[in-house]
């Protein structure tokens, strides 16, 4: 089994269990948005019995690589299952959206990596019949981490005196909209998708005026733009995982989606004065 990167390997060895190994597409290090598929990645294309992926233009090469695969191989583009729904872009963010400007971070809303985790276990399923009762089940226990998580999330975000986040990227659309929050985003949908002065300028005042008292950087990202941005305005920083890459390297050991997104929570309740 191959997954293009993190997220979409956390669902696939979730739901799979013991019975599937889920190879990450996407090498350490290497920018999800912007990834190459080099020899060794066309290579566990070709060997897999299934593929998962995000298309609509999320990671063009990896999209082409799919489409060139020979029918054998079972392939799902998460992106396009049913309860994904996918939302507008940012306007200001222009050709760095996805085909039709979507904005391609779902995974960052629990309940959309529900569904997609569902049509994972469909695609399971259909390559192995002989197994689907266990997958079922792991879909089962999934869906309720993740409507635990989403509990948690709803009630470490109520009643907060602010609601605006300032974020290294724009990857906050659907948690932000999920919570009730507002997203102020430094950078475009792709995190090396640097602003200028004037931007930055702007993301600053429209923070002062929104009285932010955190700025959030990423994970696996220089925290420099953040640094800017709080120095400017008075605030502290913080970090809100995007959970881009492999949380193990970047945060530490026995770190996941379901932990980190827990820790985005308890960092965004301090940093939101939430009741």
């Not at 920018?31 to 080099?38: K, N, R, S």
Request: charge should be negative; include cysteine; glycine fraction near 10%.
């Amino acid at each position: 089994m191959v997954a293009d990167f993190y997220p979409v390997q956390f669902l696939a060895q979730r739901v799979g269990g013991d019975r599937v190994s889920v190879a990450d597409l996407t090498p350490p290090g290497t920018e999800p948005h912007e990834l190459a598929v080099d020899a060794k990645g066309a290579g566990a294309l070709a060997d897999a019995n299934v593929v998962f992926y995000l298309g609509a233009g999320f990671q063009p090469d990896v999209q082409k690589a799919v489409g060139e695969l020979p029918r054998s191989v079972r392939r799902t583009d998460l992106l396009s299952v049913p309860g994904v729904n996918l939302l507008p872009a940012p306007s200001v963010l222009g050709r760095e959206a996805l085909a039709g400007g979507k904005d391609p971070h779902v995974w960052l809303d629990p309940l959309r990596m529900r569904a997609m985790a569902a049509a994972v276990a469909g695609a399971y399923e259909r390559a192995d019949p002989e197994h689907a009762d266990g997958y079922r089940d792991n879909l089962a226990r999934l869906q309720r981490d993740l409507d635990r998580l989403h509990s948690d999330l709803r009630a470490d975000l109520t009643g907060c005196a602010q609601t605006s986040i300032v974020t290294s990227h724009a990857a906050f659309g659907y948690f932000a909209r999920r919570y009730g929050l507002r997203q102020i985003p430094i950078a475009g949908l792709s995190p090396d998708a640097e602003p200028d002065a004037k931007t930055l300028a702007t993301i600053s005042r429209q923070a002062r005026k929104a009285g932010v008292h955190t700025v959030y950087f990423e994970e696996a990202l220089p925290p420099k733009l953040a640094d800017t941005v709080a120095a400017e305005i008075g605030a502290r920083v913080d970090l809100l995982a995007a959970l881009e890459f492999d949380p193990t390297r970047a945060l530490g050991a026995g770190q996941d989606y379901l932990t980190v997104m827990r820790g985005n929570g308890r960092r965004l309740h301090s940093g939101l004065e939430c009741r």
